[in-house]
Every structure is written in structure tokens, then in C-alpha cells.
């Protein structure tokens, strides 16, 4: 088991006059005013600039945290932490905890994000939240990650933790409209799912490609190398960088070389403060420093992992992977890797579907940009997989499906 | 949506063959396995009449193993619609 980072003190964090921008407010994080959460609070936030607030009190004084979006948390979920100690914060509305209790000094609530269930909360402090701790270049970065998200905390801790990381949040409102809002607001790093960059390049590549984009980073879904590559085409003098995190296993992988996957070499490698990463039965697994309290150790991951070519390419969730038909196992990874290498498909999601005879076929949603028939596609996917894995059923789709996640649940 | 004609079914069974570089036969009594056409074209077609009817099929039905012509495939989607 690794060794878990110590909770965090209560110092003025040292980027504490990064500027952060969030919809009409524009200042430092010294400057956001905060609720006066109480000792154990949940603050179940609307915007952004209230989990800031949330964030920053957070930071700079005793005390036990969860930031969720309001709308992640149903009625039952509430009464839980209730229950559990927490007085929920919404805006101006209080209500107690069912029984007080002390706060245990440090301790951030993360919600998972619920892909594989129902949200669950995770045990984390700031400092394992922290997980970059080189010095950085200045830099302005996007958070278009949904407030209190695994991610968003990624950005607001490098925020907080370096001088020079200032950031642009941006309000869910204004998600369709990112690329504008960087292009005015100067931001020169950017981090989003690979679904998040393929829906910008869709709608918006001409304003994308005006951004002065120095760092760009991809996580929370598979990073597939046809997503890697049009961002090099566009960002030829941006590092890319993509990252493998996740609220249990925390930051564990990260790629800068352009390419998907990472070298096989970095498996079972025991290198102190790096992550051990193993793939067992083919599933990744993760030892971490950065997990979250209760997920030392080997942690299972769930998320598949294929060597090829001398890389460890994550490709999908273990569970929903394998497609049964009729007998023989079509891979739902293979399938949408074979779609997305067509140059006309920019977006592509495979399951399986119950279908008479052979129990499932297999079935893909795609979003195209540019003109190719149906019949092309198939084609395209017949020439380079066994026949039970060619999609049987493909609708075409007018937009690139995204979630408050900014996952599409590939 | 109406049931589908034995025309509409097999237009639909062509285009199922046509998507593999296949043509149907005119003849309903062509053999399925001469021409190629098997258990997962089978099941693609069926998909294809339900998202055209917009409901599921229920092949709970005797039968299945007896399917061996283009007739053959035709007649037992029709009898599905009715079922």
C-alpha cells in the first residue's frame, strides 16, 4: 500500500492571486466571497463561482467539504448526508444536519460520477487532490468540468497550489459556446473529455483553431489517437497531454508524447511517488498515492486495457466491453477504434442490441463530417474486423451526444 | 405503423444482402444457404422491420428451424407482424 498524502494545512494556499474568471466575476481566489460554510458542510452549488467560494473556504480554513452540483443530488442522497453530519448549503437556504458532529480537518467529499451507478462518495483531502507539484509555465486555463468533479478539482488545485494558473470556469450555460469564450478571455490550456474536444472541433474548428492553445489535456473517457492527432494538426507547437484519473484511483497516468496509450514499460514498474500500475486479466490496476481514502492499494479499476504495439491502450469499461453474439465475443472498443479511424466519422459509440437468433449484434451510433453512405461505412468496418463484429444496425446522428459529465459514455 | 408488405419485407431483405456485395434472387424458392444468407443477416433484417414498425417482434414462434428460402424468411415476417 502506498502511502497516503498527509491532510492538508490551512496556510494561504500559494496561488492564492491566480485571477479566476466565472461569468461576470473577474478577480483573484482571495477575492471570491465565500458562504461561511459551516464546520461539516455539503454545498450543493448552482455555479460555478459558488463552488469556488466553496473551494476557497475549503482551503484556507479548519474544516470537512463536499461541492457537488445541486442537481447531482436527489432528495434521498440529501437526507444520507444529512444523516451522515453534513449541513447542506444552497445558495442562501441552510438545512442542519440530522446530528451534529466534528469535522474531520481537511477531508474532501467527491461525488463519483455515477457511470457505473449510483454516485458514491469518495474520501480525499486537497493535497491528494494536488497532483501536480512541479513548478508550471504561466498559463490560463479552461474548466469547462462540472463543479466539484474529480477534474474540476484537478484545475482548481493547480490552481490553487502554483502562481500563474489562472482560470476561466465555464458555467454550464455556456458549454456550447467555450471556444468564443477563450478566444476573449486569453485562455491558453484547456482540459476535456475527448468527447468535449470533438464536439468543439465539430461546431466550432475555426474558433478553436484562433486559440493560443500552449497545453491541452484530454481525460475521463478512452483517448483515442484519432482524436490526439487532430489536435496536433491544429495545436502543431501545443503540448497534449493526455490524463488517466478517476475519483477512487485519482491521477495515476499521464501521457505527453502525442501518441494513445502509454508504454508497456510503465507496467509493474515500483518507482516511489510514481503509481504501480498492473493489468491483470486484462483490467488495469492502480496503487496510488493519490487515491482516495479507502482505495489504497491495488485498486481494480474496471476499465480494460489492451497491449498493442508495444502501448497500454485503456479502451472501455471491463463489463461492457464484450458484445455476445450469437457465440462469439465482438469487443466494443475494436469496433468504435475501426469506426473512428474512418476520416469521415468524428464521433462513435458501439453497444450491443438484442436482437432475435443470435441474442445481440452489434450496433453504433456515429456522427459524421463528411458524406459516406452507410453502405461505405460497413464496407469500411467489414475489410478490417471478423464478420460478428460489424455493426449491424448504424444510425447517424446530428450531434455529438455530451453529458453534464462532458462524457458521451462511449 | 401498419405491417409491412411481403414487397416492403423483401426490398428490405436485398438491402440487408446488397450492404455485403450480395443481390437477392428473384426466386422466393432460392436456398438460403446458395446465396449466402444467414442467422446474423437474419436478425439484422429483423431489427430493420422493427425500427421500421417502431415496436419489437415476438419470435416466441414455432417454425424458426424451418426456415430455408427467401420464401421461407418472407412468410415468417409476415406471420410475426400478425402475432
Not at chain 1, 452507410?374 to 455530451?402: F, H, M
Request: a negative charge; one cysteine or more.
Amino acid at each position: 500500500m502506498r502511502r497516503h498524502p498527509e491532510a492538508v494545512g490551512t496556510a494561504l494556499p500559494p496561488g492564492s492571486g491566480n485571477r479566476i474568471v466565472i461569468g461576470g466575476f473577474r478577480g483573484t481566489w482571495a477575492d471570491v466571497s465565500t458562504a461561511s460554510l459551516p464546520a461539516v458542510a455539503a454545498a450543493l452549488v448552482e455555479t460555478h463561482l459558488a463552488a469556488a467560494g466553496a473551494a476557497w473556504e475549503h482551503a484556507t480554513s479548519p474544516r470537512e467539504t463536499l461541492i457537488a452540483g445541486a442537481g447531482r443530488v436527489s432528495d434521498d442522497q440529501a437526507q444520507e448526508l444529512r444523516d451522515d453530519g453534513f449541513t447542506l448549503v444552497r445558495g442562501e437556504s441552510i438545512e442542519p444536519a440530522s446530528q451534529q458532529r466534528e469535522a474531520v480537518t481537511g477531508r474532501l467529499w467527491l461525488l463519483t460520477s455515477g457511470s457505473t451507478g449510483r454516485p458514491k462518495r469518495v474520501a480525499h483531502t486537497l493535497q491528494s487532490l494536488t497532483t501536480v507539484a512541479a513548478d508550471q509555465p504561466p498559463r490560463r486555463w479552461l474548466c469547462p468540468y462540472s463543479p466539484g468533479a474529480y477534474a474540476w478539482w484537478q484545475v482548481v488545485t493547480l490552481s490553487l497550489a502554483h502562481p500563474g494558473q489562472d482560470v476561466v470556469f465555464v458555467e454550464a450555460a455556456q458549454l456550447d459556446s467555450w471556444p468564443q469564450l477563450a478566444l476573449a478571455e486569453g485562455v491558453t490550456a484547456a482540459s476535456g473529455t475527448p468527447t468535449f474536444w470533438r464536439q468543439a472541433l465539430w461546431r466550432s474548428a475555426e474558433t478553436v483553431a484562433k486559440l493560443p492553445l500552449e497545453q491541452i489535456t484530454l481525460g475521463g473517457e478512452p483517448v483515442d489517437q484519432a482524436i490526439l492527432d487532430r489536435l496536433t494538426a491544429l495545436f502543431p507547437a501545443a503540448r497534449i497531454s493526455w490524463i488517466y484519473a478517476s475519483s477512487e484511483a485519482g491521477a495515476s497516468i499521464a501521457v505527453h508524447d502525442g501518441r494513445a496509450g502509454f508504454p508497456v514499460s510503465w507496467l509493474d514498474r515500483d518507482v516511489p511517488g510514481r503509481p504501480l500500475l498492473t493489468v491483470v486479466d486484462d483490467e488495469l490496476l492502480i496503487d496510488s498515492a493519490w487515491s482516495a481514502r479507502g482505495f489504497e492499494g491495488p485498486l481494480r479499476t474496471g476499465d480494460r486495457a489492451e497491449i498493442i504495439d508495444g502501448r497500454v491502450h485503456i479502451t472501455g469499461r471491463v463489463a461492457s466491453d464484450e458484445i455476445n453474439v450469437g457465440g462469439s465475443k465482438a469487443s466494443a472498443s475494436a469496433v468504435r477504434a475501426v469506426l473512428l479511424a474512418h476520416p469521415a466519422v468524428v464521433w462513435a459509440q458501439v453497444r450491443g442490441r438484442r436482437a432475435p437468433i443470435v441474442g445481440n449484434v452489434v450496433a453504433a451510433d456515429v456522427v459524421l463530417d463528411g458524406p459516406v453512405s452507410q453502405a461505405e461505412l460497413t464496407g469500411w468496418c467489414s475489410e478490417r474486423l471478423p464478420d460478428y463484429s460489424v455493426p449491424r444496425r448504424l444510425r447517424l446522428l446530428n450531434e455529438i451526444p455530451i453529458k453534464e459529465t462532458l462524457k458521451s459514455d462511449v | 405503423m401498419s405491417a409491412l408488405s411481403r414487397d416492403q419485407l423483401r426490398t428490405m431483405m436485398g438491402d440487408v444482402l446488397e450492404a455485403q456485395g450480395k443481390t437477392i434472387p428473384s426466386s422466393d424458392d432460392s436456398p438460403l444457404d446458395e446465396i449466402g444468407f444467414r442467422s446474423l443477416d437474419f436478425s439484422e433484417l429483423a431489427l430493420r422491420v422493427e425500427d421500421e414498425l417502431g415496436s419489437e417482434l415476438n419470435f416466441d414462434a414455432p417454425g424458426l428451424r424451418a426456415i430455408e428460402t427467401v420464401g421461407d424468411v418472407l412468410e415468417f415476417l409476415e406471420q410475426l407482424q400478425l402475432a
